[in-house]
């Protein structure tokens, strides 16, 4: 099991902390959301961890770590960035936002699936989200399941709350074995076409993984229930979670 952190961001929403660091070196409670993300992942035994840097790269340096760096970090997404790790997809991988804070109640039902394309969904988002702000729907994206508990539809702009199933989290595992499929799905894909507003280079992770759900590749819900954060406003810091 490898793990590839997408940290490659700026965090423009959380200035002035990011003037002179990544968003991810950004403190939660006195430590950085960095620290959060590796330590959770080597209690649950994922050492082979490889970070994709970008803006203010070399600020962000952990030991017994790999690099990989986004040069286009400014223009490009979360799909372009997991891409530029490529070369590191030779076995079964975890993939994480640089951004969101969890510990072991959800990263190990997301490690124990036995799924080939396992995505964590959020249960208890909405009382998560009323922490951080006073209308969540504002907020989330669309979450739909099929009586199996695989996602037929995320990433949306959803008119009620009644197309949220659940909050996708950014943390997904991929069998190795799924990975040729998933890297013909990004390079085979219309380099023209828009997806959910955003050109090829900036197409949001969402929208890869819908596509590959339209392909008909099965993508399993992980639900998990226990506190996580995303650190994406200044706000968010002040936010009160516990990460067991």
């Not at 803006?55 to 962000?60: A, G, I, R, V």
């Not at 979360?78 to 993939?95: G, H, P, R, W």
């Not at 951004?99 to 964590?120: K, Q, T």
Request: glycine share 6%; charged share 30%.
């Amino acid at each position: 099991m490898r793990a590839i952190i997408l940290a490659a961001g700026e965090g423009q929403r959380l200035r002035p902390l990011t003037l002179d660091r990544p968003k991810c070196l950004v403190e939660y409670q006195g430590k950085p959301i960095i620290d959060y993300q590796i330590d959770t992942m080597r209690s649950c035994g994922i050492k082979d961890i490889v970070l994709i840097k970008g803006y203010k790269q070399e600020t962000l340096q952990r030991p017994k770590v790999r690099y990989v760096i986004n040069p286009e970090y400014a223009t490009t997404n979360m799909v372009a960035t997991l891409f530029c790790a490529e070369s590191y997809f030779d076995d079964d991988l975890l993939i994480s936002y640089g951004d969101i804070l969890y510990g072991r109640s959800i990263l190990e039902p997301v490690l124990a699936s036995n799924e080939d394309f396992a995505v964590a969904v959020s249960m208890n988002w909405k009382e998560l989200w009323l922490k951080r702000m006073d209308d969540p729907l504002k907020d989330a994206e669309t979450m739909k399941l099929d009586d199996r508990g695989f996602i037929r539809e995320l990433g949306k702009k959803p008119k009620s709350y009644d197309e949220i199933q659940g909050q996708y989290m950014g943390l997904f595992k991929i069998k190795k074995k799924m990975l040729p499929k998933v890297r013909a799905a990004y390079h085979d894909a219309d380099k023209n076409a828009v997806y959910d507003g955003k050109n090829y280079r900036n197409m949001f992770m969402t929208s890869f993984i819908q596509l590959m759900i339209d392909k008909g590749f099965p993508v399993k819900a992980v639900q998990v229930t226990g506190e996580w954060l995303e650190i994406d406003h200044l706000e968010d810091l002040k936010v009160s979670c516990k990460f067991d």
